[in-house]
């Protein structure tokens, strides 16, 4: 895969392409080369792909960003966690676009990344907030090289009903601006209140991309329970909320402490089900669930999360803390939780 990750490092802004010639001409411009970087005018480049939706062959165009690149990396993984479909819902902002928002715009929105499962659907993936940074700092990396070498930003695409919108606007205001001069007092307020009206007409919202394969948002949003461990910051109030739910782990960062399981992302290879099947077992769809976290001990929780191909398995903590070796299961368990 190194041809194609490096491939896509280039293309996602990761690490930029720029040649540097010093004999180029007397500006930094003359001598910046930026060739070999796709869609140099645009902040990421658009690729499209192929998916399958419902049995039929689909594709949409999507622009890679850094966090595009960074979801195909192992290194990175525990900064994504897989949304099952029936929680998906209008808040959820395409990363790319969730980029494009300012601060307040941001706030509510939930960004994901689309990403392909074995069978070539789409499924999204929940994106921690260091990965928008990182794509953040890559952008503004991508804009300061393409703004030394000389490249322009392209020309927003042309919005007819906006131009006309504004055109029809400015008309108005000028026309009404001449006759403010002629009327006065209540006039006036008239005429301002009139303007108002014209210019408080909806004005024309960007549309997300249509995207064929989104399901109708769910109005039952559950999810299985996780904390990002890593963000906490030791302010005590989940715990204050529920300590059975609940706990602080060695390095005083929040953890749940009932075992669950990313049941979606698993790949059946049974391995948990054979350490001990009073414990786990499979759904409808053969996908592993917790069928009863009790029923057996909690070394059997952490030695199927080390075994599990998929690295779904979150063992949490165990009830009964007087068990042999507990201590050195828990920290086992660690780096699963
Ligand atoms: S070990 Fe992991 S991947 Fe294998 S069946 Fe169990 S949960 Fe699924």
Known sequence: MSHHQAKLA?????????????????????????????????????????????????????STTFVDFAVTEARFRKHFRKIPRDSWNEDMVQVSEYLDLDEDDREDKVPFVWALDAKRELSRLLVAQPMIESAEERRAFWIMLRDLGGVQEPVADVDEVQIESRVRQEVVQKLASSLMGLVSGNQAL??????????????????????ESVAPAADGDYMAPWIDTEECTECDE???????????????????????????????????????PQIFEYNADKKAIIKNPNGGPYRDLVKAAEKCTAEVIHPGLPRDRSAKDIDKWIKRAEKFN
């Open 190 to 211: 008239d005429m301002g209140a009139m303007l108002d009206a014209v210019s408080s007409e909806p004005a024309q919202q960007p549309q997300l991309r249509a995207v």
């Open 238 to 276: 989940c715990i204050i909320i529920n300590p059975q739910i609940f706990e602080y782990n060695a390095d005083k960062k929040a953890i749940i402490k009932n075992p669950w399981i990313d049941t979606e992302e698993c790949t059946e290879c049974d391995e948990c089900i054979i350490i001990n």
């Open 10 to 62: 280039v293309e996602s802004r990761a690490y930029p392409l720029f040649r540097y010639d010093p004999d180029g001409g007397l500006t930094v411009g003359e001598c910046l080369d930026l060739d070999g970087n796709p869609n140099p005018d645009r902040d990421w480049p658009v690729t499209k792909i192929q998916y399958v939706d419902k049995g039929r062959e689909k594709e949409m165009e999507l």
